[in-house]
């Protein structure tokens, strides 16, 4: 993925392994369930997948990971250090991930939010993601479990 200057505050880079630690600190701050070390390592080591941190000052402060499958982008995991949330970093990204995509031929990108976390459904609409289904009980939630908003942003001309 290749950044434009200025539009990230930041460096845009591929994710290491000497990351994974401010990864993981990122991502256990940011989420109700979150990833472990493996689930990063093994997006590391596959080609399918595009791994990539923001830096500032070369510490990593957001994450996103993306896979790839024919002419479909997944958004798997997207994360701002909550000390460097609302500041465009996470619109950026995606931003930059939807450009590709185009660039790339892909036909959707499609991710999953938690039905509770409207501030991101509202990023999602925003940079032209529909809601286009509902995955039941998907998410933990304590001791229980809370619904996913399976969104789609159609990247064929006349969309977004």
């Known amino acids: 993925m290749a ?8 460096a845009v880079r591929d994710m290491e392994q000497e990351d994974l630690e401010a990864v ?6 940011t989420q109700l369930t979150p990833w472990s070390s493996p689930h990063f390592r093994d997006c590391l080591g596959n080609a399918n997948y595009l791994c990539q941190v ?7 402060v957001a994450f996103l990971i993306l896979s790839r499958i024919l002419d479909e982008t997944h958004v798997l995991n997207i994360a701002v250090s ?8 996470a619109r950026a990204l995606l931003q930059q991930a939807i450009r590709d995509a185009r660039a790339d031929a892909m036909s959707v990108i499609y991710l999953e939010v938690r039905e509770s976390n409207l501030p991101a459904q509202s990023l999602y609409r925003s940079l032209g993601f529909e809601v286009c289904g509902l995955r039941k009980n998907y998410y933990r939630l304590g001791d229980g479990h809370e619904n996913a908003v399976l969104m789609q942003c159609l990247l064929t001309s006349g969309h977004k």
């Open 54 to 60: 923001v830096t500032e000052n070369d510490e990593p």
């Open 24 to 29: 993981l600190a990122i991502e256990k701050a």
């Open 82 to 89: 909550p000390a460097r949330q609302r500041r465009g970093i």
């Open 3 to 10: 950044t434009d200057p200025g539009i990230l505050p930041g």
